[in-house]
């Protein structure tokens, strides 16, 4: 899943990298992204919001700038990476439960022919 993140940079001495401003599910149309400005105090013209529509970035020597990048979303390679290991734990039960099965029925094997395999042994030396 795709979404797209805004951030704005400042041109200062101590700016640490890009701040988050938004997010949007789908790539917003200008007038959403005027309105997520708006709603941080920020009133950038009609061609700056353009230019953030596009792509963002810094065009001169503004002293702030912003970036609209499409980023993957985290929720769903997390939800994908839950359903394979759900997925593997699933498979590796299986397996469990049958080596416990297998394991089982050997050990009664062995008993039963511990209690028994003389005495079959025997009757089957007999028909013999």
Request: some cysteine.
């Amino acid at each position: 899943m795709k979404a797209y993140i805004l951030t704005q940079e400042y041109n200062q001495y101590d700016q640490y990298g890009a701040y988050f401003l938004a997010w949007f599910p789908r790539k917003p149309n200008t007038k959403e992204i005027k309105k997520s400005l708006e709603g941080v105090g920020e009133n950038e013209s009609d061609d700056t919001i353009q230019h953030i529509h596009d792509g963002g970035g810094r065009r001169n020597f503004e002293d702030v700038w912003y970036y609209l990048e499409e980023v993957e979303s985290v929720i769903k390679s997390d939800i994908e990476d839950a359903e394979d290991n759900l997925s593997h734990a699933w498979e590796y039960a299986q397996i469990q439960l049958c080596e416990e099965a297998v394991t089982e029925a050997a050990i009664e094997l062995d008993d039963w022919w511990t209690n028994h395999g003389k005495e079959y042994g025997e009757l089957k030396h007999k028909k013999s």
